[in-house]
């Protein structure tokens, strides 16, 4: 077994071999790790670099799956990048490519195929050795057991631990849904009518299907995730990295949702942080127009995704979220009239503490704690005044929303403080947001923030939220 990691009692899953696992209930798990640790060498709790080998056949969620731990692990503070197989034999062979490509019993088309993995894997390496990377994902089917050992070896030559994550869906209803709302707006269908790329991506999993074997050694380390989540195996996994990277998959879904972000409205003191002050009218007002905007926005996307996909979002419910702060669970409370709507209090949600720097304009601030002002200028995102928090502070202790948001299959409004919207932003924003921009990232209330987690990457729309006749 790989040493590192955790002893005794928290290295739980290293010392269990081979379990199954239920899917996880709905409820914030009390073990959590902090948000973007960092250290001198980049590599966090003492795991060295790790490779993971996805299996499985096409539309099962391997892309979704790796975008969405990637997007976790970079979170924490792990260097993490998915190699998408899919992307290296585009660049070779470009979009117009046979089915020939994806017949695994076609010997004219081997060489193409190991010429695109090796590509990949290559890359890989030199991410994971040279290139200040400590987890990769190699995004591709890796559908026969003796290719997967000869990745798998070609890695622990360079000390390279492998992990595999085998995603198998025995729900014929989830490929297909995938197949429609996924697949068919990939690069290679991008000029494609819906129809005619359902079919000829049905074509290539067709093709690959009888060459398919599952993963049945059990000295390597793996993950077999069936349905999305709705049921887990694990095997011999080995460190604490390996067993986040198990405690994520466990909330794992692949179900379309959206998130949507909207700050609070305005209260009746709203410098004050401590006095918790109601909804001023022009407060009333804002949360009349957002709910307004928030349920415009839902019927047109609702109507755009029948058109396109044919499939039928009406029934979907949306769950709102809400700081216990007065302003903020009053705005939410003209979204609950409706029946197919809850609203939910969350202390997590707050806005940073201030501490000594409450009620104070930033001229005030700068003259009364000028060495407190120059260090929070070196790092906003770290530095915390006195008895305040920092916005550090904040993004740890809202990890466990973080964690329920993936795991919610509704969609979710949140409606908090704008510090509190940062950090969650900042979450799903792409790989690279430094920590020194987050606490300058603006949420007027003019507008609200859609985001939509997909296989291909978080789209993002910001939506006016005055009313039509305004």
Excluded at 52 to 63: E, F, S, Y
């Amino acid at each position: 077994m790989w040493g590192g990691g955790l002893r005794r009692g928290k290295i739980l899953f290293s010392l269990i071999n081979f379990f199954t696992l239920k899917q996880v209930p709905n409820r914030a798990t009390a073990a959590m790790a902090a948000q973007l640790y960092k250290t001198h060498t980049g590599q966090l709790f003492h795991a060295g670099s790790i490779a993971i080998i996805n299996v499985g056949l096409p539309a099962r969620g391997k892309t979704h799956g790796s975008r969405s731990l990637i997007r976790y692990m970079n979170w924490l503070g792990v260097k993490s990048k998915s190699f998408h197989m899919g992307q290296y034999r585009r660049r070779l062979y470009g979009t117009d490519i046979s089915a020939d490509y994806f017949d695994l019993g076609n010997e004219t088309m081997a060489a193409a195929r190991i010429r695109s993995e090796d590509s990949c894997i290559q890359d890989i390496i030199e991410y994971l050795t040279s290139g200040g990377g400590q987890l990769a994902i190699f995004d591709a089917s890796n559908l026969r057991a003796e290719r997967r050992r000869e990745i798998y070896e070609r890695f622990e030559q360079h000390q390279i631990r492998a992990l595999f994550i085998e995603y198998i869906c025995e729900n014929e209803a989830i490929v297909d849904e995938n197949i429609r709302k996924v697949k068919i707006t990939s690069p290679d269908y991008i000029t494609m009518d819906a129809d005619a790329a359902a079919a000829d991506f049905k074509e290539r999993i067709a093709r690959m299907a009888p060459y398919y074997e599952t993963i049945e050694d059990r000295d390597m380390s793996f993950i077999k995730l069936y349905n999305v989540g709705e049921h887990i195996v694990v095997n011999n996994i080995r460190g604490y990295l390996q067993s986040r990277v198990v405690f994520y998959m466990m909330n794992l879904h692949i179900s379309d949702r959206t998130i949507y972000l909207a700050r609070s409205g305005e209260s009746s003191n709203e410098g004050s942080y401590k006095a918790d002050a109601p909804l001023s009218e022009t407060g009333h007002k804002y949360a009349q127009n957002l709910r307004d905007a928030i349920y415009r926005r839902i019927a047109e996307r609702n109507q755009q995704v029948l058109a396109k996909t044919g499939v039928d979002l009406s029934t979907r419910k949306l769950k709102v979220w809400t700081s216990t702060h007065v302003k903020s669970y009053q705005t939410a409370e003209y979204f609950s009239q409706r029946d197919n709507v809850t609203v939910r209090r969350r202390m997590l949600l707050k806005g940073l503490n201030p501490g000594v720097c409450e009620n104070l304009p930033l001229d005030q601030v700068r003259a009364k704690f000028p060495d407190e002002y120059q260090a929070y200028l070196r790092d906003p995102y770290h530095h915390r005044y006195s008895l305040a928090e920092s916005y550090h502070d904040v993004s740890v202790r809202l990890e466990p929303v973080i964690l329920e948001l993936e795991r919610e299959r509704d969609d979710i409004l949140i409606i908090a403080p704008e510090s509190a919207l940062r950090c969650i932003y900042a979450y799903f924003a792409p790989q690279g947001l430094p920590d020194s921009l987050i606490p300058t990232l603006a949420f007027p209330r003019s507008i609200f923030v859609e985001l939509t987690p997909t296989a291909y990457g978080c789209k993002e729309r910001r939506i006016g939220i005055s009313s039509p006749n305004e």
